[in-house]
């Protein structure tokens, strides 16, 4: 095939046209005319070209900018508008052997750039180097990549928010819930078509109320920064689904919008965080700032590779034709390099003041916080947050490892962060799975943690609780496989986590039996039960509360299709399910003794006997320290005392509350249950795992001792 070589256009010289500025960078109109910024340190020269339409095969105008401020390059353009395409060549070097990337035969979208105009089409000539040449990342490719490359787009963000701002809901009272835009949405019957997949929907009545009813106060939605369909997987008729594949930090996916002009898909996401906060519920983003979509050496180049491959990438030191690789992704971005640190503060700041969302989570954060190879709590990447008065304030949480040596960081973030904490996922799922000798560290994740976070001076909600997440088993499937089933993936089911403390009680996969299916349901019920209980910042994995399956496939990455959408025309077992689940969800709302502000708070006027909280073992003694590693250790409770001092209100103030004691069993035998002499009071049954429509309507009155039934929970409650 011949040689697509740069179109040979007429290029503007931009001393007869305004310089521009070069702040903000980006392409900003200001109602007359777009101003362009781009940061190139190491180019010798940068073109802006513009396009007509989505369907140019090349720029119809190559503008040389002259203007250069602090390795910003810049100009001013009157005329221009909303709707504008557009997209840069940077010349240079091409010196991979040096790290230097350089081809201006690439048509590169700007980091900056805050919409869409044209999406990536997969074609050999988006790549820097020849892709048949033997010599791969070190040849160097003529052709020309303007009809494939993705394109920014010039948008109004002007939006009437109507007095909408962020809802700031304390942490110790957020209940989570992690979605997927297009899987949450995509088969429920009360959205309509047209909305099903989209932002609309997610901001729809149906899902609003669901959450609601579930006592969900925030929404954490996977990725939604526009990403990019790897092109193996796209060659193989499947797609990024969960979307952690970033290539524009500023830009909603277009692909979950209803509405396809770029401006309008901006418009459609302010609109969905508007309606959510309107329902009360905060708008999380997990967001993916650890590595980028153009992969490693032999990754195509689309954006920051080809403008300025040493300044966004950790590169080898030695061999910075190499790429540092702490995401298992091909790539890291540099936040050791100011710019790079820049263009995320930039882009946190522009979805927190621009788009109103209220916090972030984010992935592989151990990344971030990596200075010369060492995870670093003094990194500037952390120092950079704490002292921006517009992120300081809004929910950060942490995923608190990466692939790298030392990247497993639980616990050790620093203040202001929460954290997904793996230790308490591996731990839930141990107990109830039945493994010997986990009672002790299952009380220390109950209580909050504190063995993690109480030394650095941080709260049990700083422990981001969860027992599924997307990335793993569904609940449905934690109960029903023990090994994994990913053929579907392509990969011979090589990828996803082989480690999963899973248990199919008795059968693997579906099976029609009554007593397995019995003991599935009570397993799920104890799971979530325990995740809602627990103090520290519950997080519902998606679908969980549906009876989702993926059929047991815990990498699930690339099924854009019902394996991974939630089901929503439930079955009488998956109906009692989520009425139990938002059974609980409403009580944990209605008890700030199961969400205290702080770890175990001194009280000089408390008296023997009045505890903060204790742990009981069935024969109604205190539990010592000796009790909690025997191997024949399987029930024990959990005692919180309703005037403990952690318990606040929303303001702040001490409130009481009623006293609650949470009893576990794991054994597969019953077991009487008997309570302390000065907890032997009136207490009812709130939840039964093993009877899951106690305490609905009027709670029965416990009756001591208590039976517990094989493999179940029971909440007691004390009216104060």
């Known amino acids: ?24 960078q980006g392409a900003t109109w200001d109602g007359r005319g777009v101003n362009f910024a781009i940061f190139a340190a190491s180019a010798d020269a940068v073109d802006l070209c513009l396009f007509r339409s989505a369907r140019s095969r090349r720029e119809y105008e190559r503008i040389r900018l002259k203007h250069r401020t602090a390795d910003v390059w810049h100009c001013y353009l009157p005329g221009l508008g909303p709707g504008q395409l557009y997209g840069y060549r940077v010349h240079g070097p091409y010196k991979p052997e040096k790290g230097l990337r350089y081809n201006p035969n690439k048509i590169l979208l700007d980091p900056y750039t805050k919409a869409i105009g044209r999406s990536l089409r997969w074609d050999d000539s988006v790549f820097g180097y020849e892709v048949a040449n033997r010599q791969h990342d070190l040849s160097f490719d003529r052709r020309d990549s303007a009809a494939f490359a993705p394109l920014g787009c010039v948008v109004d963000e002007t939006f009437d928010w109507q ?50 009813k579930l006592g969900v106060t925030a929404i954490e939605l996977m990725p939604v920064h526009h990403f ?3 092109r193996h997987l796209a060659q193989a008729g499947l797609s990024n689904y969960w979307g952690y594949n970033t290539l524009g930090f500023f830009i909603p996916e277009p692909g979950y919008a209803s509405r396809k002009t770029p401006g309008g898909v901006v418009r459609e996401f302010k609109e969905m965080v508007k309606r959510i906060h309107a329902a009360g519920i905060e708008v999380i983003l997990d967001v993916v700032y650890n590595h980028t979509a153009e992969g490693d050496q032999m990754g195509p180049s689309l954006s920051f590779r080809g403008i300025d491959n040493t300044a966004y990438y950790r590169l080898m030191a030695g061999a910075p034709r190499y790429y540092m690789d702490y995401t298992g992704c091909g790539n890291t971005l540099n936040m050791v390099h100011p710019h790079s640190l820049r263009l995320l503060m930039d882009s946190l700041r522009y979805w927190v003041t621009e788009m109103h969302v209220d916090g972030f989570r984010f992935d592989l954060a151990s990344a971030l916080a990596r200075e010369l190879h060492e995870v670093d709590q003094l990194g500037a990447f952390f120092d950079t947050i704490y002292q921006d008065p517009t992120l300081a304030t809004v929910k950060l949480i942490a995923e608190p490892w990466d692939l790298g040596e030392g990247g497993y960081q639980v616990g050790n973030f620093p203040l202001g962060w929460t954290e997904w904490n793996g230790m308490y996922r591996d731990t839930i799922r141990r107990f109830w799975k039945g493994e010997p000798s986990t009672c002790g560290e299952t009380a220390t994740r109950l209580a909050g943690s504190a063995d993690l976070y109480e030394s650095s001076r941080r709260r049990p909600s700083a422990s981001i609780n969860f027992v599924t997440a997307h990335d793993g088993f569904t609940l449905r499937d934690l109960v029903s496989y023990n090994t994994k089933h990913n053929e579907a993936n392509g990969e011979e089911n090589r990828d996803g986590a082989d480690h999963n403390h899973s248990w199919n009680c008795g059968v693997e996969g579906e099976t029609d039996d009554p007593e ?11 799971l979530y039960a325990t995740l809602l209980l627990s103090q520290g910042v519950p997080m519902i994995s998606g679908g969980d509360e549906l009876g989702r399956t993926q059929g047991g496939n815990n990498n699930a990455y690339c099924q854009d299709n019902p394996l991974s959408w939630y089901p929503w025309g439930l079955g009488a077992e998956d109906r009692d399910f989520l009425a139990f689940a ?16 702080s770890f ?28 909690w590693d ?5 029930t024990f409770g959990f005692y919180l005392n309703g005037q403990a001092l952690e318990i606040r209100s929303l303001t702040g103030e001490h409130q009481e509350d009623d006293d609650l004691i949470i009893l576990f069993n794991i054994h597969h035998e019953e077991v009487d249950f008997y309570l302390p002499e000065d907890l032997r009071r009136q207490w009812t049954i709130a939840v039964d795992t093993a009877d899951p429509a106690a305490g609905d309507g009027v709670e029965p009155v416990a009756c001591l001792p208590i039976t517990l039934q094989p493999r179940s929970l029971v909440l007691l409650r004390h009216a104060r």
């Open 1 to 24: 095939m011949p040689a697509r070589r740069v179109p040979a256009l007429k290029t503007v010289d931009t001393q007869d046209l305004a310089p521009g500025a070069p702040f903000p």
């Open 163 to 212: 007095g909408d701002s962020q809802l700031k809901r304390p942490w110790h009272d957020t209940i989570i819930y992690e979605a997927h835009v297009k899987g949450l949405t995509m088969l429920h019957p009360q959205v309509l078509p047209h909305l099903r997949g989209t932002y609309a929907g997610v901001a729809s009545k149906a899902i609003l109320e669901h959450l609601q």
């Open 228 to 230: 990019l369909h790897d």
């Open 516 to 526: 397995i299916r019995e003991l599935r349901l009570r397993q799920r019920r104890n």
């Open 582 to 597: 938002r059974k609980l969800g409403q009580l944990r709302r209605n008890h700030p003794n199961l969400r205290r502000h």
């Open 600 to 627: 175990a708070e001194s009280d000089p006027m408390a008296g023997p006997g009045e505890q903060s909280l204790d742990w009981i073992r069935s024969d109604g003694r205190r539990m010592a320290g000796k009790d």
């Open 630 to 634: 025997q191997p024949s250790m399987w």
